[in-house]
């Protein structure tokens, strides 16, 4: 594992709903090392948005990063005054939302969307701004001719290059892509991937995918990280994660999606039921009621273990994965529990 | 080309709904209870001098023939002649618009300018003791009915205080060598104080109200929490991005203000005795002055057409969905 460069240590984010806190996030921890793809996954709901977004400081109004690190050049992202935040914004972190659509303003032109970032947060003047824009058309395989065109009149794949384009901007070293194809059909979506994974590589970016699509994750990323019900289930190198899953929830994870390369492998399989709900979660384990292996001693909270090294596993059983990956495999596993 | 052809098509609609207009007024005002002349004709005339008036006016022929007369002479720019002026209309409804418009419009700018201001200074305020304090306070003014404050303001302001005069455009025995001239004196200025903010007090909860929950609704917007994310200063965010998208709504609002305006005129024009279009048609009604009353009419509804075209040329030019569509 290279050396990280982006270390988040028990995140905690809360949203305070009425009188309540709902924990989102409620100790997560992972690195990120410098130039991966580092894929963050998990279901809806499991916190891995609010994650990415807890990286950027611009988070919901009801919500509060209420514990833990974000260690970044130095810097406790979490607790830096908010100039010193916000100058880090766009210039260090850069950020591609999911609808490309909704998060380009829908009355300027392109250009002066990219020439506000260029201009505004990177000093250059008008002309440079130009000069750049075009640079970055091209790097993204779009007609510079089109900068002056408004966001509806770009298609679905097309806005997704420019956000890239737009993310690209003020050469970042660390770029957030949320849900980045989500909205997208299956061939663009394999495009706009690639691209994205020879930028990354040209530029030596390091890039952080969140997305529920484990195939996605498969395809381009070097890395993993595992989230279920605002904890990180799993994290570790994309070959320890497809080959020797270690959390239960990751091997069902597998079993749900169809095979990455596009063999149909066989039967797929759903983990049954719903993540819980975070204002009420369960004690110990928060995926023991899912489980099928769970255990009585899954009622106490679960240690991180560590079952090789850059591969830690939330959960008890962790020692014995190898054999449980081989009843996870089977589809009467996950069926029973049903 | 296309652009062409849109304007063509919206020219044709233009015309067709001032037909229908005309059309509703002509028939509007021949259903009218009470015959017209009466007001006109003394009863001491005899029948065959009735008979003689009614014929001058065209009002012995059958209704088709009079609505086609009547198109005729529209389509002439002829709006036929005052009964009670014995003068035509067009003349006097001329002397009248200019201060019907200069009182609508600028009470209008005044209370657009503030509303859209004041409406996202709330909206980025929200939930503070400003916008707590505000919301009722505006809502008492939309709530208010305008001849109530009209009358609250000329007891304060003229009568008490003597700081503005209480009626008409300007002071009496003063002479101006041109509109321009005395639109442009201190005394019309002085005259248009009250009359003005009265409407605008009464007008600017619309927009600032309608400002205020659009801003709400567009900073929920992906595009104004990108541009957080960009590091964008709170001033670029708020005003460029957020206000820039919620006044689109609020353009439009303006036209159909204009001619709502209008109505509301009628009331604030003879509350300040102001000769505007708006207390001539109470009066023309009143008098059963017909030919005045309809073309009075008629003119509010060209002007009421003509901003709603503007609304839709404008909602072009500012959200650039709408000139690509």
């Known amino acids: 594992m290279t050396e990280a460069f982006l270390s988040v240590r028990n995140l905690r984010v809360s949203y305070q709903v009425g009188r309540n806190f709902v924990h989102a996030v409620d100790g997560a921890s992972f690195d990120i090392p410098k130039g991966s793809i580092t894929g963050l996954v998990g279901e809806s709901g499991c916190g891995k948005t609010t994650v990415a977004r807890a990286l950027t400081r611009v988070i919901a109004d009801n919500a509060t990063i209420s514990g833990g690190q974000i260690l970044f050049n130095g810097k406790d992202l979490a607790r830096i005054p908010e100039k010193e935040m916000n100058a880090l914004r766009w210039r260090d972190i850069a950020f591609i939302p999911q609808s490309a ?45 089109r900068l002056t065109d408004y966001p509806h009149q770009f298609s679905g794949g097309m806005r997704q290059r420019v956000a890239i384009a737009l993310a690209l901007a003020l050469d970042p070293k660390l770029i957030i892509a949320d849900e980045p194809v989500t909205a997208l059909d299956v061939i663009v979506q394999r495009q706009i991937l690639d691209q994205l994974k020879e930028l990354q590589t040209r530029l030596g970016l390091s890039v952080i995918l969140v997305t529920h699509d484990i195939s996605v994750v498969a395809y381009i990323c070097d890395r993993t990280v595992v989230m279920y019900a605002g904890k990180v289930a799993e994290s570790g190198s994309m070959q320890a994660a497809l080959t020797a899953p270690s959390h239960p929830y990751t091997m069902g994870l597998r079993n749900a999606f169809p095979d990455l390369q596009g063999a149909a492998s066989g039967v797929l399989t759903p983990i049954e039921g719903a993540p819980p709900n975070l204002a009420n979660p369960p004690t110990g384990c928060r995926f023991k009621p899912r489980c099928p292996f769970a255990l009585d001693l899954c009622g106490s909270e679960p240690p991180v273990v560590d079952v090789a090294p850059g591969h830690p596993v939330l959960c008890h059983r962790a020692s014995e994965s190898a054999a449980l990956r081989i009843e996870a495999a089977k589809t009467e596993t996950w069926m029973a529990r049903a | 080309m296309s652009n062409f052809k849109a304007v063509g098509s919206r020219l044709l609609q233009l015309a067709l709904v001032l037909w229908a207009v005309v059309t509703i007024l002509f028939l ?129 302001f003229s009568f008490s205080l003597g700081w503005f005069p209480a009626g008409g455009t300007r002071d009496p025995g003063a002479e101006y060598s041109g509109l321009l001239d005395l639109y442009t004196s ?69 036209a159909i203000a204009v001619g709502y305006q209008l109505q509301g005129n009628v009331v604030v024009e003879s509350v300040f005795s102001w000769p505007g279009l708006g207390r001539e048609l109470v009066n023309a009604v009143a008098a059963s002055d017909y030919p005045l009353a309809q073309g009075a009419f008629l003119m509010i509804a060209l002007v009421v057409i003509l901003m709603n075209l503007l609304a839709d040329m404008l909602y072009a030019i500012l959200d650039p969905r709408v000139s690509h569509a």
Not at chain 1, 105 to 131: F, N
Not at chain 2, 46 to 60: R, S
Not at chain 2, 71 to 81: R, T
Not at chain 2, 220 to 230: C, G, L, S
């Open chain 1, 101 to 145: 659509m909704n998060s380009l303003d829908p009355v300027y032109t392109v250009e002066y969307q990219l020439g506000e970032v260029l201009r505004r947060r990177g000093g250059m003047s008008r002309a440079q701004a130009r000069k750049r824009s075009e640079e970055l058309f091209d790097m993204v395989g779009i007609d510079p001719g």
């Open chain 2, 186 to 254: 201190r005394d019309f200025l002085a005259h248009l104080v009250l009359p003005a903010a009265t409407l605008a007090i009464y007008s600017q909860g619309l927009p600032l109200l309608l400002m205020r929950s659009n801003m709400l609704d567009v900073m929920k917007e992906d595009f104004v929490t990108m541009a957080r994310i960009k590091g964008l200063s709170n001033w670029t965010v708020v005003v460029r991005h957020a206000a820039r998208n919620a006044l689109l709504p609020v353009m439009t609002s303006f």
């Open chain 2, 28 to 156: 509007m005002f021949r259903l009218m209870p009470g015959n017209p002349m009466a007001a006109y004709i003394d009863p001491t005339f005899t029948l065959e001098q009735q008979q003689q008036l009614m014929a001058q006016f065209g009002l012995d022929k059958p209704l088709w023939q009079q609505y086609l007369i009547y198109l005729g002479n529209l389509l002439q720019g002829e709006l036929g002649q005052s009964f009670r002026y014995r003068e035509p209309v067009g003349q006097r409804i001329w002397i009248l618009l200019p201060n019907t418009l200069i009182l609508t419009f600028s009470s209008l700018i005044i209370a657009y300018a503030f509303g859209i201001l004041a409406g996202a200074y709330l909206a980025w305020r929200r939930g503070s003791w400003v916008e707590q304090a505000a919301i009722p306070m505006v809502l008492t003014t939309r709530a208010m009915p305008e001849f109530w404050l009209g009358m609250v303001l000329l007891a304060i």
